[in-house]
């Protein structure tokens, strides 16, 4: 599984901006997709998380009601649409597959990953 993150940029709090993860090879429908963020000096933190089917999403605490994670199976494309950023969003963004049975939110947790794409929110 090939994965190639896109979208981020530099965008004022407030904002939004919408990632996009491109996967290639064989995905199965058992897979589960999620984005991960890591700032300077931070570890990496989950972010959200969806079943390959779409049918379940799971988000970390600090991304509730902000974030929304979706798939659109016609392009093999996972998106996270982040709306109302803020300063503190601002970190690495890395997407990732697992094949397994429950969400995860380690980073360990996860087989495949793709390049990171920055995200800069200022204030």
């Known amino acids: 599984v090939q994965l190639q993150a896109s979208g981020g940029g530099l965008v004022q709090a407030g904002g939004s901006l919408r990632l996009s993860c491109a996967a290639s090879?064989?995905?199965?429908?058992?897979?589960?997709m999620g984005w991960f963020r890591q700032a300077p000096g931070k570890e990496r933190e989950f972010v959200a998380a969806?079943?390959?089917?779409?049918?379940?999403?799971y988000y970390g605490d600090s991304v509730k009601g902000r974030f929304t994670i979706s798939v659109d199976h016609t392009k093999n494309t996972v998106y996270l649409q982040m709306n109302s950023l803020k300063p503190e969003d601002t970190a690495v963004y890395y997407c990732?597959?697992?094949?397994?049975?429950?969400?995860?939110?380690?980073?360990?947790?996860?087989?495949?990953w793709g390049q990171g794409t920055l995200v800069t929110v200022s204030s």
């Open positions: 090879g064989r995905i199965f429908s058992s897979y589960y």
């Open positions: 990732a597959a697992r094949n397994g049975v429950r969400f995860g939110v380690r980073s360990y947790e996860y087989d495949y």
């Open positions: 969806i079943t390959w089917s779409g049918g379940r999403t």
